[in-house]
């Protein structure tokens, strides 16, 4: 197996540098030279592989799209068969991150999409698609639950609802710098899940 | 009745220029000289006033808790006599808002949340007043609902996972430059709240 060649790593740092100040600083409070200090690199490194910051965005955004599985998804239903408690395991792994940083951080496509939405048409695609994909392997749950959902209830929206409560909920621990909010919010969430179950099964029954 | 005094009115000019730069552009991308343009004011009287930008969102924030009752909740919830409709009254002022801007803006105090939350703790705590302020509106509109929701439903929860959902609804509409995520987040909401209705209907039947 051949070692990755520096080109490639040098890029691969820059994103990876960028990947962090941007979630933990925001997009537009991180400069070109926090990235280059922090990757290691120079502005002729970063000026060969990307346009600029904004083009260094884009692959940023890139890199999430790649990693939602291995990152997010794998880790949180490797040990988890049903379908449902899924679900709920992949907002458990946000819990952990919030209570593991301190309740700073957040989802970082959350972050740029409220400080990015407007003024980059680009980005705001990226971000789409980052959406998109999460609420997919959240879909492909719901699907796979079958009839232990009523079959009138849309799955898709009903991830897109899920994302929704994830986001809202994040938000809210990380201004009160408390868990609370967040678990109340996934509680009630449960309980929307439990009375949709309890329909389906006397529907069923 | 004495006309307001033109250091009160360079203040408040100052207030609402910020008011409207930070919401749609972001605090770390707005700079004092847009602010400045924007209040018709000079850099003297914003350092009379204020310490400076940080300062100046404080007194933004402060604003937004003024004007919770009046901008937000009182042109939402006049018509509607029902409290659990106004409930989703408050949430279709935000798809209003979203429509009528486009998709832009959306909440300002979510965005500022996401933005400033690790870094400010002063405005930090005003965002988590602004957010209080506005579940304790939808807590007491849950609290007139009395025995139509079921005994045991935590209110405050409840209220927080409303702002949640709010909040990840708008975020979904203005990422997607779409209406139909923001829909499909409070259909799922109201089916929640219809299934609890029934619940406690029930039970007293």
């Known amino acids: 197996m051949a070692a990755p060649s520096t080109t490639s790593s040098t890029r691969e740092r820059l994103v990876e540098a960028a990947r962090e100040l941007f979630w933990l600083e925001g997009f537009e409070a991180t400069s070109v030279a926090e990235v280059l200090e922090k990757a290691d690199a120079n502005a002729g490194s970063l000026y060969h592989f990307f346009g600029g910051k904004e083009e260094l965005l884009l692959a940023v955004l890139d890199s999430y799209k790649e990693m939602l599985f291995r990152m997010v998804i794998e ?3 490797r040990d988890v068969r049903d379908p449902i408690q899924r679900v709920f395991a992949i907002l458990e792994g946000y819990r952990r991150g919030l209570t593991y940083t301190a309740f700073t951080g957040g989802c970082p496509i959350g972050n740029l999409a409220l ?3 407007d003024h980059d048409p680009e980005a705001r695609r990226r971000i789409a ?3 998109q994909g999460w609420c997919g392997w959240i879909q492909k749950c719901l ?3 079958g009839p232990r959902l009523p079959s009138q209830v849309d799955r898709a929206a009903l991830a897109q609802f899920v994302l929704a409560v994830m986001e809202g909920a994040v938000m809210q621990a990380r201004v009160h710098g408390s868990i609370a909010p967040f678990d109340a919010s996934v509680a009630h969430l449960w309980d929307y899940f439990n009375r949709l179950q309890a329909e ?3 529907a069923k029954g």
């Open 75 to 77: 880790p949180a239903i």
């Open 115 to 117: 400080e990015l939405a």
């Open 129 to 131: 698609e980052n959406f």
């Open 143 to 145: 699907e796979e639950a």
């Open 200 to 202: 389906a099964a006397s």
